[in-house]
T-cell receptor, first 114, second 112 residues
C-alpha cells in the first residue's frame, strides 16, 4: 500500500505559469487536505475536501484552486504562480473529517517560483 | 479561534537524557491534540493524539505526551533520547467541527 503519493517531487516554475500539483491516496479516505509549509510558520491549510465532490477553503486559499472528482485524487492548481507561492506543499488525508481522525501526509512537493 | 504555540524553536539534548518539547494551545471547546514528527525531506508522521481519557498518552517510538487542561499544555516527552529522534516536531490542535491548526514546529537535536 503506497498511502499518499504526490507529484512532482520538486518543480521550478516561472512566475505567471499555471501549475497543478497532484495527490493520490489509496486508503479510500473520505477527507483530503492541502497544506503549505513555510519556515517559522508551520503548516497552513490551503484547501480541504471532506468527501468526493465537495471542497472548502482553508486558512490561505488565495491563488489556489482544488477539485475532488473522485475519492482518490485531490489536485491543487496554481492558476498564475507568484514568487510568494514558493513553498513545500503537503497533501494529507484522513478516514473522515471527524475531529478525532488522524491525518496522514504525503512526501511533499517542493515548489520554487521565480 | 484556535491556535497552537511551540515556544522553543530549537531543543538540544544529549543522547540518553530525557527530552521535552513544549506545546500550548488555545481552543474554544474541547481540544483534540496531536503530535507529528518530520524527518528531513519527508512528510509528517503521526506520533500520538489526545482525544479524551487518560491525560498521559503513549505513542510511537517511545514518545508520550501529557495533557494538562489547567495549563492548556500538551508537552511531548521521551525518557531517553536517541540520536535518531533528531527531527522537526509539530504540535496540532483540532476543535470540534474545525480543521487542524499546526504550531510552527520545534527542531530537536539529540547530540551523541
Amino acid at each position: 500500500i503506497a498511502g499518499i503519493t504526490q507529484a512532482p517531487t520538486s518543480q521550478i516554475l516561472a512566475a505567471g505559469r499555471r501549475m497543478t500539483l497532484r495527490c493520490t491516496q489509496d486508503m479510500r479516505h473520505n477527507a483530503m487536505y492541502w497544506y503549505r509549509q513555510d519556515l517559522g510558520l508551520g503548516l497552513r491549510l490551503i484547501h480541504y475536501s471532506n468527501t468526493a465532490g465537495t471542497t472548502g477553503k482553508g486558512e490561505v486559499p488565495d491563488g489556489y484552486s482544488v477539485s475532488r472528482a473522485n475519492t482518490d485524487d485531490f489536485p491543487l492548481t496554481l492558476a498564475s504562480a507568484v514568487p510568494s507561492q514558493t513553498s513545500v506543499y503537503f497533501c494529507a488525508s484522513s478516514a473522515t473529517s471527524a475531529y478525532t481522525d488522524t491525518q496522514y501526509f504525503g512526501p511533499g512537493t517542493r515548489l520554487t517560483v521565480l | 479561534a484556535q491556535s497552537v504555540a511551540q515556544p522553543e524553536d530549537q531543543v538540544n539534548v544529549a543522547e540518553g537524557n530525557p527530552l521535552t518539547v513544549k506545546c500550548t494551545y488555545s481552543v474554544s471547546g474541547n481540544p483534540y491534540l496531536f503530535w507529528y514528527v518530520q524527518y528531513p525531506n519527508r512528510g509528517l508522521q503521526f506520533l500520538l493524539k489526545y482525544i479524551t481519557g487518560d491525560n498521559l498518552v503513549k505513542g510511537s517510538y517511545g514518545f508520550e505526551a501529557e495533557f494538562n487542561k489547567s495549563q492548556t499544555s500538551f508537552h511531548l516527552k521521551k525518557p531517553s533520547a536517541l540520536v535518531s529522534d533528531s527531527a522537526l516536531y509539530f504540535c496540532a490542535v483540532k476543535d470540534y467541527g474545525q480543521n487542524f491548526v499546526f504550531g510552527p514546529g520545534t527542531r530537536l537535536s539529540v547530540l551523541p
